[in-house]
């Protein structure tokens, strides 16, 4: 603030001032300045290089500042003084027009006076020793009211423009102060940003750096000259890619790292390369070959097989009822002592044994239980075998569905033949439908590749494949059914003639219209129907 007027800096560094201008000391320069001081009738601010420029009233020599570079100027009546930034010396410049006091021109070869009504400044003798501030030049001498060098420093000799970026500072041996050029260039890492304001090299918070290290993470700069590292890269990483290599750069398990592909019947391990692969397993180590399940076993399911219908497996439910003439190829297993129990229609047949919690089995006319019937004792490890499986089941679809999606789509009903391809999407691909509707006597086919174990697709809502539509698979080694999986949040309707390559695993009830086909298998927590003439084909190996 000056006298009848201020002066501020704004936040780009330039000056700007407001009322009294009538010496010219409200008009600052343009550029950008780190201080700035108004006196009484002129106003000096300090460079962001460290100069000092005036502007205002002059008639005292108070707006003509020295060379060199400060940390700090202050603007007074008819003089101004500042702090010297190489050594922290005070200089003044102007004079005083009191009678009396001192005058300084701020010339060293003029002897300053009042002259009674103004200051005078008359030149020292030739050949008067001074100093003309410049330490290249040795044996100043004053000639004519002026300092003048009487020669030059050696070249090397050390001077200070005050400035750190420039560099080292010598003499050239002909009077000037030379740099050396930016000290940064060509420093250690987060060295290499030159700060003025700081005197130092650091590069800013956040800028790259590399220690040659791949195991201890991403690496930045601090601020500080530092090079930081996040950490292991490899900690909650996917299975098989969880243990840093710093020889390979790659968090790839070791191979025979234990994983879980997914699927029930496969032995599963790490290749060494970042996938998990799984190795089909022995029929006798799967578990049982179930085509219609309750899951879990604490469920309340009824399983229902109409007239002429065949489930050519195992069956597992809270209840299970056979029509006329329907088949079931494997055993036949109610999993409580309920009294629904287990009930046989006239001719039909279970290949296996009926097998109850304790509740009642009951057998029509010439119906038949081939491989016997009765409670647990005789029959204990096949009851045993149900609920195993059906829990099994239920753990298994939680796992399936906690995987991401490759390929998401919304309310889709396949209006004409169609073909999703996910050959590309490694061994377990899964695609999630919000609903999903096959209209009739249309296909959708599921299209996998030679390295497609198996396919999880996952329908939110219903699944509904109208008369003779059909979900398919193609190009998967093994039969498609064996590798397809749909899981189901609401119900399942496969209506008539309709035919479905895979397991359905529905939270609601799965209805199979009359004449329909699965090959694989039907799960579900409510009720599965399995209509007249209708055939669920037990495969050699299904996900459950």
Not at 53 to 66: H, I, L
Not at 148 to 153: L, R, T, V
Not at 198 to 214: K, M, R, S, V
Not at 504 to 522: P, T
């Amino acid at each position: 603030m000056g006298v009848g007027y201020t002066c501020g800096i704004r936040t780009d560094g330039t000056v700007e001032c407001w009322g009294d201008n009538s010496y010219g000391q409200s008009t600052p320069p343009g550029g950008t300045f780190t201080q700035v001081s108004g006196g009484a009738q002129h106003t000096c601010g300090i460079r962001t290089d460290g100069t000092v420029e005036c502007w205002g009233a002059n008639w005292a020599g108070q707006a003509s500042p020295p060379g060199g570079t400060f940390t700090q100027v202050s603007a007074g009546a008819p003089q101004t003084c500042g702090i010297r930034r190489t050594d922290g010396s005070v200089e003044c410049w102007g004079g005083f027009l009191v009678v009396g006091c001192r005058c300084d021109d701020g010339n060293a070869c003029t002897e300053d006076s009042w002259g009674g009504t103004q200051c005078v400044y008359a030149p020292l003798p030739d050949g008067t020793a001074c100093d003309d501030g410049n330490t290249c030049t040795v044996n100043d001498q004053c000639q004519s009211g002026t300092c003048q060098p009487g020669g030059f420093a050696p070249a090397g000799t050390s001077c200070d423009d005050g400035l750190y970026c420039n560099g080292t500072d010598t003499c050239d041996g002909s009077g000037t102060c030379l740099h050396s050029g930016d000290p940064c260039v060509g420093g250690a890492q987060c060295n290499q940003s030159c700060n003025e304001a700081q005197d130092n090299c650091f590069d800013p918070p956040g800028t790259p750096c590399d220690d040659g290290l791949y195991c201890n993470g991403t690496d930045t700069c601090d601020g500080s000259g530092t090079c930081l590292h996040s950490g292991d890269p490899c900690v909650g990483g996917a299975q098989c890619n969880q243990s840093c290599n710093e020889a390979q750069d790659n968090c790839f398990d070791p191979p025979g790292t234990p994983c879980d592909d997914g699927l029930v019947c496969t032995a599963d391990s790490c290749d060494g390369a970042g996938s998990c692969l799984g190795t089909p397993l022995p029929s006798a180590q799967c578990p049982k070959g179930y085509v219609l399940l309750e899951a879990p076993s604490s469920a309340v399911a009824t399983v229902e097989v109409r007239r002429n219908g065949q489930a050519l497996g195992a069956v597992c439910g809270e209840s299970v009822r056979l029509s006329r003439l329907a088949q079931v190829g494997g055993d036949a297993v109610v999993q409580t002592s309920d009294s629904y129990g287990l009930s046989l229609g006239v001719q039909a047949r279970v290949g296996g044994a009926c097998v109850t919690g304790g509740g009642t089995i009951s057998l029509a006319a010439s119906a038949q239980c081939v491989g016997g019937q009765g409670s647990p004792g005789a029959f204990g490890q096949v009851l045993s075998d149900c609920i195993g499986a059906a829990d099994l089941a239920d753990v298994r679809r939680g796992a399936l569905m906690a995987l991401p999606a490759d390929q998401t789509f919304g309310a889709v009903t396949v209006a004409s033949d169609t073909t999703v391809d996910v050959s590309g999407f490694g061994g377990v691909p899964v695609i999630d439908y919000q609903s999903l509707v096959v209209k009739p006597n249309k296909t959708l086919t599921i299209q996998g590749g030679g390295g497609t174990q198996a396919v999880v697709v996952r329908v939110a809502g219903d699944l509904r494949l109208r008369p003779g539509a059909k979900i398919v698979g193609a190009g998967m080694s093994g039969a498609p059914g064996s590798r397809i999986l749909i899981l189901v949040g609401n119900e399942a309707f496969l209506r008539r003639s309709s035919r479905v390559e895979g397991t359905v695993y529905a939270l609601g009830e799965i209805e199979a219209g009359r004449s329909s086909g699965v090959e694989g298998a039907l799960v579900s927590m409510t009720r599965i129907a399995l209509g007249r003439s209708a055939v669920v084909n037990h495969v050699p190996w299904v996900l459950w």
